[in-house]
């Protein structure tokens, strides 16, 4: 079976990556339920899919065992949510042991639950800006990869479209080289 990868940019197109329109807004970032993607810098948000967009086409060049490589370091990968809890944690817990030297850092962890309380409420963490510039992607962002990885693999080749639709449509076409 011979390996015949589908371009990079129709399975961009296909999770959602495409250029921004005309007022320079990518088209995920108006997704609902998607807060740090709206809160992030339009370069930012380039940067992000541009390097995702990049990567598949790596892997689509290079074939099933890199994409299957790929999938691995995506499971490794920490999505902003693990960052922002470590940060966090990590905070608080300075400022606690450090309250012991000094009682006015005590203050610190604090400050902490504020930033949570307004990320849960608003998407907004003082520090996921920077997060963010350096490479940090959303849980969703990585799970968009995997699953165009998945399909440039050909793993939904062949399954069944949604029930409502038409009976005999197909989810994704099928592969030729997979027949």
């Not at 296909?14 to 007022?23: D, R």
Request: one cysteine or more.
């Amino acid at each position: 079976m011979e390996f015949a990868p589908q371009t990079s940019a129709a399975y961009a197109r296909g999770i959602g990556l495409e250029a921004p329109n005309e007022q320079g807004v990518h088209p995920a970032q108006t997704l609902p339920l998607d807060r740090t993607r709206r809160h992030t810098a339009r370069e930012v948000l380039r940067r992000i899919d541009e390097d995702t967009v990049s990567s598949l086409a790596r892997c689509a060049e290079a074939g099933p065992a890199a994409i299957t490589a790929r999938l691995g370091e995506l499971d490794r990968e920490w999505d902003t949510d693990r960052v922002l809890e470590l940060e966090a944690a990590s905070m608080g817990l300075l400022g606690v042991a450090l309250a012991a030297w000094k009682p006015r850092l005590l203050a610190l962890p604090g400050v902490v639950a504020l930033a949570l309380m307004v990320q849960a409420t608003t998407g907004r963490y003082p520090l996921m800006p920077l997060f963010r510039r350096l490479g940090v992607r959303t849980a969703r962002e990585i799970e968009r990869e995997r699953h165009a990885l998945k399909a440039l693999r050909g793993d939904f080749a062949g399954m069944d479209a949604h029930p409502s639709a038409a009976p005999g449509t197909q989810a994704l076409p099928p592969r030729a080289d997979l027949h």
